[in-house]
């Protein structure tokens, strides 16, 4: 599979996680997971690897659900949960997804605002839309990466920010207040031998943390997903 393949991953819920785990109820999802971080243990699940972990996580979940007769949302929500989680869609794409120049990995609508999953697919699908318009009249690509959002060349990751915010605004939605954003920085993509190769600066540890931050100042950012060490956020 030339390295895409999740064979390792495959082998080691097989191989280390699932004797690991025999005997052990999965309604104790906090006991399920905390043997598997053990097992592993590293700071960043570097040995098991997250699609491991994460994938005997999940079936954990569905197989408790299922076993109590439970749809999967009110088996985590708890007896009174009546809505879905609220979907974070990927709309820009950048980093490792795409071929253009944005660091970036995800650049996401969080339609918090709606009443209903209904509602938010509507929302977040009409300011898609509204950003296709704008990358269009901008003479800007429209075609998409990986995980299918739109992979313009831009000058900057704050320039997708801009954009993002146009679109809200055209859609006829009020950034912030019904729809925010959040970012998937993967910063282990352009992070070697100590620092952060990004945006065309050069940055430390706490340097990359304070960028983001300026970020968070600027934009309606409610989740960011990154690739930073535990100990780079200290201080």
Request: hydrophobic share 40%; aromatic share 6%.
């Amino acid at each position: 599979y030339m390295g895409k393949g999740v064979i390792k991953a495959v082998n080691n819920i097989e191989e280390k996680i699932a004797p690991a785990l025999c005997g052990l109820s999965a309604l104790d999802q906090v006991t399920v997971d905390e043997v598997m971080r053990e097992l592993d243990g590293t700071e960043n699940k570097s040995s098991l690897g997250a699609n491991s972990i994460l994938a005997v996580s999940l079936a954990t979940a569905r197989s408790a659900a299922n076993g109590l007769g439970l749809p999967l949302y009110r088996y985590l929500g708890g007896p009174m949960s009546s809505l879905l989680p609220v979907p974070l869609m990927n709309v820009i794409n950048g980093g490792a997804h795409a071929t253009n120049n944005l660091d970036f990995q995800e650049f996401m609508l969080v339609p918090h605002g709606a009443k209903s999953f209904r509602e938010a697919l509507r929302m977040g699908t009409e300011v898609f839309q509204s950003l296709k318009d704008l990358l269009s009249d901008k003479g800007l690509s429209t075609s998409v990466g990986d995980e299918g959002g739109f992979a313009p060349n831009l000058s900057s990751n704050k320039a997708a920010g801009d954009l993002l915010i146009q679109s809200i605004e055209k859609s006829g939605f009020k950034p912030g207040e019904q729809i925010s954003l959040a970012l998937d920085v993967a910063s282990t993509e352009f992070f070697k031998d100590g620092i952060y190769s990004y945006g065309g600066g050069r940055f430390s540890n706490l340097e990359m943390v304070e960028e983001l931050k300026n970020l968070v100042d600027a934009y309606p950012i409610v989740s960011i997903e990154d690739g930073l060490a535990e100990d780079d956020w200290e201080g």
